[in-house]
């Protein structure tokens, strides 16, 4: 979707080092939720974040929502093989708790 | 807790027929959402259902129709298929009502049209 833009496209880095991605929308966001997929598989919620300038953490992942609430990023600290994956973020753009608009997803390789 | 669950995993069908995907949400949620995901596309928004109604849809054509049950559990119905139509499905629980916002999706299920 125009409205949702992801950067990179796919991304190869070296275990151990770090990364960003990024997600940038032309609406003001009620939500924004990141997920990662297996390719063919389900996706596999992360973090969910709402107010502007909120970050939140889980092991090595750090998402971040900017104070305008339009673009947010996940960075991966010291990145393992099972990082690899695709990043998806979706958008909350109506407050409706169901009506994400999604972004095409970050292809991320780990190199042993 | 039950995670979401979706059935059949893979489906191959013919161009004009019709397919019924069945999707049970994480338990105490009453909220689901479908979504069709093309390849090497995100995600998009076909409908949601709370209380066993449709609450808000996504540009889907009517042939794409759905039903929720009195346990939450949902079903999405496909009919006249189009080759378009392949993708993998995907189905997502929440929690209305609550103050919590946070989807869960299922593993999917991969429809193929010939």
């Known amino acids: 979707s125009q409205e949702l833009e992801q950067s990179p496209q796919s991304l190869i880095v070296q275990e151990g080092k770090n990364l960003t991605i990024n997600c940038t929308s032309s609406k003001t966001l009620y939500g924004l939720y990141w997920y990662k997929q297996k390719y063919g598989e389900g996706l596999i919620f992360l973090m969910m974040l709402q107010k502007g300038g909120e970050e939140k953490s889980h092991e090595k992942i750090t998402a971040k929502l900017d104070e305008k609430k339009q673009q947010s990023s996940l960075h991966i600290t010291a990145s393992q093989p099972s990082h690899a994956g695709i990043y998806l973020c979706g958008a909350d753009l109506w407050g409706s708790q169901g009506n994400l608009i999604f972004g095409k997803g970050t292809k991320l390789s780990v190199k042993p | 807790e039950t995670g979401v669950t979706q059935s059949p995993t893979h489906l191959i069908k013919t161009r004009g027929q019709q397919v019924t995907l069945r999707c049970s949400s994480q338990s105490g949620h009453n909220t689901v959402s479908w979504y069709q995901q093309a390849l090497g596309q995100g995600p998009q928004f076909i409908f949601q259902?709370?209380?066993?109604?449709?609450?808000g849809r996504g540009n889907f054509p009517p042939r794409f129709s759905g039903l929720q049950f009195p346990n939450y559990s949902s079903e999405l119905n496909v009919n006249a298929l189009e080759l378009d139509d392949s993708a993998l499905y995907l189905c997502a629980s929440s929690r209305t009502g609550t103050g919590t916002y946070e989807q869960y999706f299922g593993p999917g299920t991969r429809l193929t049209v010939t």
């Open positions: 259902y709370y209380r066993e109604e449709e609450n």
